[in-house]
């Protein structure tokens, strides 16, 4: 990433364009470098817009889309490759941290079907920032994790220990599998791996 307070301030510049222009009822503090850290380690952040006031809500409607789609485009502005765009991170009124609890809390119910079933646990889909938090969540569960499923529809699956993972078929030419690491492996940051 370019020179932090540079970034910072084209993301201030994304955020005035919001509330001027687009009419966004919106308080935001952007904080960079040191001070952006997750407290929590999910992402590795470092510029974090905090966004509230009357229409924070509408950031967080459908699961918190617009807050997803704000991440998109200040990553796509800051140029950054995808496997970099936890380094920005938008929230609003704490929507985060009480979604990584939810995921705490269907990690833990995966790895009570799997442990009563034996058989494989499949998440709803999410995005990709959350299911490298529900990979992190299952990694000290003794249980295999794998990414499944093709682009805005991908999800994680748990498997029982020893299960044999089955190998997704490549969609258009395109080597794909799923993961079979916990969602860390080699060819993360080379731009081939997705979560």
Request: glycine share 12%; charged share 35%; hydrophobic share 35%.
């Amino acid at each position: 990433m370019q020179e932090l307070s540079r970034s910072a301030e084209q993301v201030a510049s994304l955020m005035r364009l919001l509330t001027t222009t687009g009419g966004f009822r919106l308080k935001f503090r952007i904080t960079a470098g040191a001070g952006a850290a997750d407290p929590d380690g999910f992402e590795r952040r470092d510029i974090y817009v905090e966004c509230k006031g009357p229409d924070a809500d509408l950031l967080l409607d459908r699961d918190g889309e617009l807050l997803r789609s704000l991440e998109h485009v200040a990553a796509k502005i800051l140029r950054l490759e995808p496997e970099e765009h936890d380094r920005v991170s938008f929230d609003a009124d704490g929507y985060k941290a009480e979604r990584a609890g939810a995921l705490r809390e269907m990690a833990d119910t995966g790895i009570d079907q799997v442990d009563e079933t034996g058989e494989p646990y499949k998440f709803a889909i999410m995005s990709s920032r959350e299911r490298r938090m529900l990979h992190m969540f299952l990694k000290d569960s003794g249980l295999q994790t794998a990414s499944s499923g093709e682009g805005a529809r991908r999800f994680v699956v748990l498997y029982p220990e020893g299960y044999r993972i089955p190998v997704e078929r490549p969609a258009f030419g395109r080597d794909r599998g799923p993961r079979r690491d916990g969602g860390r492996g080699s060819d993360r940051g080379s731009g081939r791996g997705r979560y």
